[in-house]
């Protein structure tokens, strides 16, 4: 009888502990939904999709999809020059992100991207941005496409 009762409290206290990490994990695609739709949207669209020769789309992006250090860094320095996505050109330029938004931020809108728009990875945490940050810390250019297919995620800061 106590024996049955400790199992039924520590399975409610199990579900409760569940119920929390569920809400954290909805709470920061939240916050990242909210980002998304004050910065990125005015480029990759509220579809994910961006314009057509101008903003590359967010869907099923390897730069998305891939290593979640190379998105943070892509967040937070930007890229420029030429760029193809899905076999199509792009040549702008992303302003990068780190002056205006925090590692919880970036991770948040990462996580968002990243289960949105046709995309299915999982979620990130600001450790991993917080560690980009600190590594690419001297960089002061955006990123060129080719840098980001050569990316090692233990590549050495440049
Ligand atoms: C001012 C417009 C602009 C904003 C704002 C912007 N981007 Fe971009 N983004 C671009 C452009 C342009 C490129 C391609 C760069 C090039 O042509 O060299 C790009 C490329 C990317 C790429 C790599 C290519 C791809 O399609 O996967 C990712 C990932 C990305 N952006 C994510 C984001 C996220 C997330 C945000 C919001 C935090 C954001 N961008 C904000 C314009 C923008």
Redesign the pocket.
Known sequence: MIQKSITYVSALLALAGFARAQDAAADQVAEGKK??MM??????QPTGM?LPA??????K????NGSPER?AS??LK??????T??GKP??????G?EAV?TDEK?AA??TF?RANFGNTSGPVTAAVVAAARKKYADRKT????AE?DAWKDDAPAK
């Open positions: 980002n998304y910065i990125c949207i005015a480029c990759h961006g101008v903003f590359p789309p967010l869907t992006s390897p730069y998305v998105f892509i967040i930007g890229n420029a020059g030429p760029f996505v899905d792009f040549n702008q330029i992303m302003p992100q938004l970036i809108v990462m991207v955006p990123w060129a496409q980001l």
